[in-house]
């Protein structure tokens, strides 16, 4: 009971339950927001804008981590590390196609 309702009449305090419960939630670790690899590949591998918009999205990540919306910052650090994959591959296959035609 909270300490300012009255015992019930003929109850005791020994007889009330003193335990307290606590709960303790785990610390997550950051979202990454993959801002170098983004800087990265919109300076050396900007196939079709890819690394720019890479870029937008890795800023906005860390603008919502900032903002201490996880949510956000998992969502825009995900498509920026999608964006990645996509400039990183599409560069390779065109590195790969100019050395077989060379």
Request: proline residues 6%; hydrophobic residues 45%.
């Amino acid at each position: 009971l909270p300490p300012y309702e009255m015992l019930p009449t003929g109850a005791s305090a020994d007889e009330l339950s003193r335990s307290t419960t606590v709960t303790v939630e785990e610390e997550q670790p950051p979202p990454k927001d993959h801002l170098v690899w983004s800087l990265c590949t919109s300076l050396y591998g900007n196939v079709f804008c890819l690394g720019l918009l890479a870029f937008f999205f890795s800023v906005k990540s860390r603008d919502r981590k900032m903002l201490g919306d996880r949510s956000g910052a998992l969502s825009y650090g995900s498509t920026a590390k999608c964006l990645n994959i996509t400039a990183l591959v599409v560069n390779i296959i065109i590195v790969v196609v100019v050395v077989v035609i060379v």
